[in-house]
Nanobody, 125 residues
Framework: QGHFVESGGGLVRPGESLTLSCEATGFILRWYAVAWFRQVPGKEREGILCLSPEDDTSDHSDAAKGRFTISRERHRNTMSLRIDDVTPEDTGTYYC??????????????????WGQGTQVNVFA
C-alpha cells in the first residue's frame, strides 16, 4: 500500500521561505501527477499547484502565483513545495497527493489519490 511521509512544516515569520517535502513509499512517484493542497479551519481543502507526469506545472490558486513552486526529485521519489515571502494567509495544513492526471478541478481528479498525512504551517509576526 503506497503512502507519503510529509515533513517541513512549522512556525515561520512573514517574509521567510519554507520548503515542504513528501517522500513516496510503495509506488513510483514519477509515473503520477503530483499536487499540493492547503486546508484552513472552516474551509474546504484547496488545490494549489499540480505537476503532470511530464513535469508541466498548472496553477490552481491565485494566492500561490509567483511565490509557490512545486517540484519533483525523480531519483529520490520525493516532491516538494517551496513557499517564498510567506504571509499570514499562508497558514494552514498542507497536503501532498499523487494521482493519474492534474485536470481542471484538482479536488475531483485527486479523489482516491495517494495522500500525505498533512503538515501544519503557521505564519506569525
Amino acid at each position: 500500500q503506497g503512502h507519503f511521509v510529509e515533513s517541513g512544516g512549522g512556525l515561520v515569520r512573514p517574509g521567510e521561505s519554507l520548503t515542504l517535502s513528501c517522500e513516496a513509499t510503495g509506488f513510483i512517484l514519477r509515473w503520477y501527477a503530483v499536487a499540493w493542497f492547503r486546508q484552513v479551519p472552516g474551509k474546504e481543502r484547496e488545490g494549489i499547484l499540480c505537476l503532470s507526469p511530464e513535469d508541466d506545472t498548472s496553477d490552481h490558486s491565485d494566492a500561490a502565483k509567483g511565490r509557490f513552486t512545486i517540484s519533483r526529485e525523480r531519483h529520490r521519489n520525493t516532491m516538494s513545495l517551496r513557499i517564498d515571502d510567506v504571509t499570514p494567509e499562508d497558514t494552514g495544513t498542507y497536503y501532498c497527493a499523487a494521482a493519474a492526471a492534474c485536470g481542471a478541478d484538482l479536488r475531483s481528479t485527486f479523489t482516491g489519490a495517494y495522500w500525505g498525512q498533512g503538515t501544519q504551517v503557521n505564519v506569525f509576526a
